[in-house]
Nanobody, 119 residues
Framework: QVQLVESGGGVVQAGGSLRLSCAYSGLTFSSYVMAWFRQAPGKEREFVARINWSGSDTGYAGPVKGRFTISRDSAKNTVYLQMNSLKPEDTAVYFC????????????WGQGTQVTVSS
């Protein structure tokens, strides 16, 4: 059974930092793409960042490029999202996803963690 559990969300002032974690289990194939998405109130869920299974390739959405960093620790079965220079518009529920092929394709989701950035 696949499980993804996010943690690390909270309330932070603009300009601050947070690190999100996604602990995963039950992933039996070695070709998953791990990704972070977010969903703000009244908006659709949007892609934030991705990393391939080996950790050798990453990609970011334009609004977070240069501020967010995705990484993974295979020994701990955990993916991280380091978020720096946070802005109020980063406020959203952040979701972890394990995608079978591409980030927009089928996969497994975590339950989400709330990030609130105050101005």
């Amino acid at each position: 059974q696949v499980q993804l559990v996010e943690s690390g969300g909270g309330v932070v002032q603009a300009g601050g930092s947070l690190r999100l974690s996604c602990a995963y289990s039950g992933l039996t194939f070695s070709s998953y793409v791990m990704a972070w998405f977010r969903q703000a109130p009244g908006k659709e869920r949007e892609f934030v960042a991705r990393i391939n299974w080996s950790g050798s390739d990453t990609g970011y959405a334009g609004p977070v490029k240069g501020r967010f960093t995705i990484s993974r620790d295979s020994a701990k079965n955990t993916v991280y999202l380091q978020m720096n220079s946070l802005k109020p518009e980063d406020t959203a529920v952040y979701f972890c996803k394990a995608a079978l092929t591409t980030v927009l394709g089928s996969g497994y989701w975590g339950q989400g963690t709330q990030v609130t950035v105050s101005s």
